[in-house]
């Protein structure tokens, strides 16, 4: 089973309304791992003065009226989900793919790195990619993550999207995290396979620089990365 955790590889194509033009938009589909769509799903703008929305039947959403060109925290919530908050800057306008990943499906993910989830703790995860745009890509293999401060269960994904305990750095599946942190601040630092990294959802950074990334009580924090 191939488990999608990002923008990247996701099918879907949004047919809801188009953006209305005054500010920034994140527009898309959020998606189960099989590719249909999710209804019911709350999307909220973190520390952003803008209502929340609800994903359609289809999975459709369109949050609008954003600032321009920051560096936001965008959260997807549903009962019976992983709540998830993806880091993001507006100046991107691709669509959103987003796949929400159901608790049976992390809960498998934990067993399979050996761990549980802990109450009150939180989850860093990141998918690594290369290519010349945003509609052809690689996943990159050899890839391994630091944190500071260290803690947390680090894991990384083999070929099928379930963490393997073996593995050191990236798989080919290009994924990986940190089980079970204590909610705060951290920085992430990738390396390896000759190549830096930066993140894809923000212009202000070097490649290699390290990642800042808050972690929330019980919900997974995301970010995609870009690795030349």
């Given at each position: 089973m191939f488990i999608c955790l990002a923008i990247l590889g996701c099918k879907g194509v949004y047919d809801g309304p188009p953006p209305s033009g005054d500010g920034a938009a994140i527009y898309g589909r959020v998606l189960g791992i099989l590719g249909s769509g999710i209804n019911e799903v709350q999307i909220c703008a973190k520390e952003v003065d803008v209502p929340c929305v609800t994903t359609e039947k289809d999975g459709d959403f369109l949050l609008d009226h954003l600032p321009e060109d920051e560096d936001i925290v965008v959260v997807m919530k549903?009962?019976?989900?992983?709540?998830?908050?993806?880091?993001?800057?507006?100046?991107?306008?691709?669509?959103?793919?987003?796949?929400?990943?159901?608790?049976?499906?992390?809960?498998?993910?934990?067993?399979r790195a050996e761990t549980e989830q802990k109450p009150g703790?939180?989850?860093?995860?990141?998918?690594?990619?290369?290519?010349?745009?945003y509609d052809e890509f690689d996943r990159v293999e050899g890839i391994s993550v630091t944190i500071?401060?260290?803690?947390?269960?680090?894991?990384?994904?083999?070929?099928?999207?379930f963490p393997d305990p073996e593995l050191k750095a990236t798989s080919n599946s290009g994924g990986g995290g940190v089980f079970n942190l204590e909610p705060g601040d951290y920085?992430?630092?990738?390396?390896?396979?000759?190549?830096?990294?930066?993140?894809?959802?923000?212009?202000?950074?070097e490649p290699?620089?390290?990642v800042p990334m808050t972690v929330y009580p019980e919900m997974g924090s995301y970010i995609d990365l870009v690795c030349k």
């Open positions: 549903r009962d019976g989900y992983l709540t998830t908050a993806y880091h993001h800057n507006t100046s991107l306008a691709q669509e959103w793919r987003k796949t929400l990943m159901s608790d049976s499906i992390i809960n498998t993910m934990t067993s703790k939180g989850h860093a995860m990141f998918i690594v990619w290369s290519g010349p745009d500071r401060p260290s803690q947390g269960e680090k894991f990384y994904q083999a070929g099928g999207g920085e992430l630092t990738f390396s390896g396979a000759g190549k830096t990294c930066e993140p894809w959802f923000s212009h202000d950074f290699g620089e390290p």
